[in-house]
């Protein structure tokens, strides 16, 4: 029974094996592409790796992508049918918690115009909202997602998230399904995107939910540059019905140098840098896992592959 480790974001393959193994040093762990008799391979931890790459491993139990999303798998015609376990941290990602707020934060007190303005030599003080008139909806209500909109409604902001079924009240109010979509589009002025990518989520920042948002509001996405419409943004950029928009993804990546993102004024351009995962981080998830499976328990974490996450 071992664990397969593929090429990871950041680090070497011989630093996250010696993470791992300092959680459960019994673990038997292989390091691509050596990965001995394929027979022995029971999990594989997916980094920056291709599925077409995999060589049939008959005694594979589950997936864990190092990643928080899933599409590279799930819609790969390739996935082995088995567990997808998620690996981020139960209580939410503390670097994507951080670059959530900062980025709030930027286009609640206008930090974009403030810069154009700079570029100018121009001297002007905007008008600012104090935290309780600033209305910030989150796309999403997950891992990633509840911990930055809980710690803004302790700064004064009013928070609000969408989500697809309805759950128990929060902190945070929340909107639910297709029915109160709208209503949460029309009460929300800097929105932020921390869905799945799904064949439903696909596109959804798009001239269809820009238009339903008040005049001046912002765009964070967080999530998959497949959600967003380029042509749809910059229309309503152009006519000054959004105020300005930050894109951590974009499609595909790396951001082509001719795209017209690049050039706009009020886009801020982040190269996908919103988590950094590292062995401290992943590890504990995945040992545990692995130690449920070995003792018969049932996964934690497991991704539902028809709704998409």
Not at 44 to 70: E, H, K, S, T, Y
Not at 215 to 230: K, M, P
Request: hydrophobic share 40%.
């Amino acid at each position: 029974m071992a664990l397969l480790v593929t090429p990871p974001v950041l680090g070497t393959l011989e630093q996250w094996r010696d993470g791992l193994k300092s959680l459960m040093p019994e673990l038997e762990i292989r390091l691509w592409p050596n990965i001995g008799d394929p027979e022995d391979i029971h999990y594989i931890l997916v980094g920056r790796f291709d599925l077409n790459d995999m060589p049939d491993l008959p005694n594979l139990r589950a997936l864990m992508p190092m990643f928080a999303g899933l599409d590279h798998l799930l819609y790969h015609p390739k996935c082995p049918p088995v567990a997808i376990l998620r690996t981020g941290q139960p209580r939410g990602d503390k670097a994507m918690t951080e670059y959530a707020v900062m980025h709030v934060l930027r286009h609640h007190r206008r930090m974009q115009e403030y810069q154009i303005q700079q570029k100018h030599k121009k001297w002007e003080v905007l008008n600012q909202k104090q935290p309780h008139e600033q209305t910030i909806g989150f796309m999403g209500f997950g891992q990633m997602a509840a911990s930055p909109a809980r710690i803004l409604v302790e700064m004064g902001f009013d928070v609000s998230a969408w989500v697809r079924n309805v759950r128990e009240e929060d902190l945070v109010k929340l909107y639910f399904g297709q029915n109160d979509y709208i209503s949460f589009l029309r009460r929300t002025n800097i929105l932020v995107c921390l869905l799945p990518l799904t064949n439903s989520t696909k596109h959804i920042l798009s001239a269809d939910t820009f238009k339903e948002l008040p005049r001046g509001a912002s765009i964070i996405n967080l999530g998959r540059g497949e959600h967003l419409v380029e042509e749809d943004l910059i229309k309503y950029l152009d006519s000054n019905h959004l105020r300005g928009a930050t894109l951590d993804a974009t499609s595909p990546e790396p951001l082509p140098k001719e795209s017209q993102l690049w050039k706009h004024k009020k886009i801020t351009i982040m190269p996908h840098v919103a988590r950094r995962v590292r062995p401290e981080s992943v590890g504990p998830q995945v040992i545990e896992n692995i130690r449920r499976d070995i003792s018969g328990l049932p996964f934690l974490w497991q991704v539902d592959r028809e709704a998409g996450y």
